[in-house]
């Protein structure tokens, strides 16, 4: 759950079931003269989609911190600990059972959380030395065998379940997902509040390109409240428009998680609509 100001009595909170929906749709329209389309289609705009899936267990009855406050994603493995590990698990574990290749991308995706992106995005926390994570890590590495064995076993996916074609696949991952993080968890868009998460420039995230060409990095530039220039752009469509939910919640701090829910569940919807653009 991403959490942030909405003004001085009340927080925003953007779920992160629903952040996955734009990472779906940012895969959904990736691909054009300058970038490829991913590969195979379906099953990179499925993981992209539903990366977040796992979180569904814990949005559909959030706790909070222990000062009373809802909880943010950010360190959100600090904070729940195996609770975490577990509600991913049955994500990913749901993700496959529709579409192995997606779910293996997904599991990469969440194992990367937990080794600083495998080695792509440094700035993030290393939980490599937590006894419960490495026991998760390698859970997760004998269950991708198993799924990689179905889809270089499948004449739909065969092709593009080589290793270089995996690990471009995680990266487009990992792009789709920094820059839907990015769009979600500030508002308006050129709000400077948020100090963690992904920069402007994706956290030096590296954007694959076309077969043979080399990775490029990418940058959003904020031009207003909900308008922002993308170079390079990767897109079929310019601009390309996002809308998502929030909602609303007084800032707390809460006496206890009932008092929460009652404002969680019926705390107003808002629309939030923003535009990318080439230039």
């Known amino acids: 759950m991403m959490v942030m100001g909405y003004d001085e009595e009340r927080l925003l909170l953007v779920l992160q079931i629903d952040h996955s929906r734009v990472a779906g749709l940012l895969a959904a329209h990736w691909g054009n003269d300058q970038f490829d389309r991913p590969r195979p289609y379906s099953s990179m705009v499925l993981a992209a989609q539903e990366h977040d899936n796992g979180w569904y267990d814990w949005e559909i009855r959030p706790t909070l911190s222990r000062e009373g406050h809802p909880l943010d994603y950010i360190g ?157 752009y990767p897109f079929d469509v310019d601009p390309l428009e996002i809308t998502f939910q929030g909602r609303l919640v007084p800032r707390g701090p809460y006496a206890s998680r009932d008092d929460f829910l009652a404002e969680f569940y019926s705390g107003e919807r808002i629309g939030i609509g923003y535009t990318l653009t080439s230039g």
């Open 76 to 232: 959100s493995m600090g904070h729940m600990g195996s609770q975490w590990l577990d509600f991913q698990r049955g994500g990913i574990e749901r993700v496959a059972a529709q579409d192995p290749y997606a779910g293996y991308i997904a599991s990469m995706h969440i194992s990367g959380l937990l080794t600083q992106g495998m080695g792509l995005l440094p700035y993030m926390p290393d939980y490599t030395g937590n006894a419960d994570v490495e026991a998760y890590l390698d859970q997760q590495g004998q269950f991708r065998q198993e799924l990689l064995q179905q889809v270089r076993s499948s004449d739909e996916t065969a092709e593009e379940a080589t290793d270089d074609h995996l690990w471009n696949n995680f990266k487009l991952m990992e792009v789709y997902d920094q820059m839907a993080q990015f769009i979600c968890n500030r508002y308006p868009l050129n709000n400077t509040d948020r100090k963690n998460g992904p920069s402007p420039a994706l956290s030096g995230t590296p954007a694959p390109t076309r077969s043979g060409q080399d990775d490029v990095g990418m940058a959003l530039e904020i031009q207003d409240e909900n308008r922002a220039i993308l170079r390079p």
